[in-house]
């Protein structure tokens, strides 16, 4: 064979080699890309309990706090009872778009009245924890899953600490509120003045000094 054909052949498996870099480099750039873009709109389901003061209501809530929308949201939500045994119904949206939530009520016991439903002293009574168990996709299609637990007993004494301090709040009159800003306020002047007259008397007693030195040295 002669030294044309090896330098030929040579050139022909480097070629090769670097084409299949090219390629390799080329994939793996298209596949960060597709990432960062599906970063930049990626759906994030969350499940939330939620607790309306003014009606005294507790709700459950799914959210989306992503930057894209949910598609072909489904799956259940499910009640675990203190007597045994389990409550759940299905939950599904074609489209949960960014920053967009639905409000559920708890899956209760069955005989629970419409008006219980949402009361958090009949939860505590025959509820232990909830469960929302979800999957979904993003707009490109990636799948997603949300499988998260809310205790009872943990959501209700958030409510019961934060009526506490409520309560609190409320029990100040902002007369005296007021009164003791003022008094506060009061008491800074008089520092300050107390200061000052400090530093007044500080000064004229540095200044007779060097009166009297300078008298004593004629």
């Not at 959210?63 to 259940?76: H, K, M, P, R, W």
Request: net charge neutral.
């Amino acid at each position: 064979m002669s030294a044309g054909v090896w330098v030929q052949a040579i050139a022909t498996v480097i070629l090769v080699i670097i084409t299949g870099l090219y390629v390799r480099e080329t994939r793996q750039m298209v596949k960060s890309m597709e990432r960062e873009r599906e970063e930049m709109h990626r759906p994030i389901l969350v499940f939330q309990m939620m607790y309306w003061w003014s009606s005294m209501e507790l709700v459950l809530r799914i959210q989306n706090i992503g930057s894209g929308g949910a598609v072909d949201v489904e799956g259940t939500i499910e009640s675990r009872l203190k007597g045994g045994g389990q409550v759940l119904f299905p939950w599904s949206r074609k489209l949960l778009c960014a920053g967009e939530y639905q409000e559920l009520n708890v899956p209760m016991p069955e005989g629970t009245r419409e008006e219980d439903r949402f009361r958090v002293e009949r939860m505590q009574e025959g509820v232990v924890d909830v469960r929302a168990k979800l999957k979904y996709k993003s707009g490109m299609g990636v799948e997603y899953k949300l499988d998260d637990t809310k205790a009872i007993e943990k959501v209700t004494k958030s409510i019961d600490q934060g009526r506490v301090s409520r309560e609190l709040v409320h029990k100040d009159d902002p007369r005296q509120v007021m009164s003791r800003i003022a008094g506060a306020l009061e008491e800074i002047a008089d520092h300050l003045r107390s200061l000052r007259q400090g530093t007044e008397i500080e000064k004229k007693e540095k200044k007779q000094e060097k009166e009297d030195i300078y008298n004593n040295t004629l």
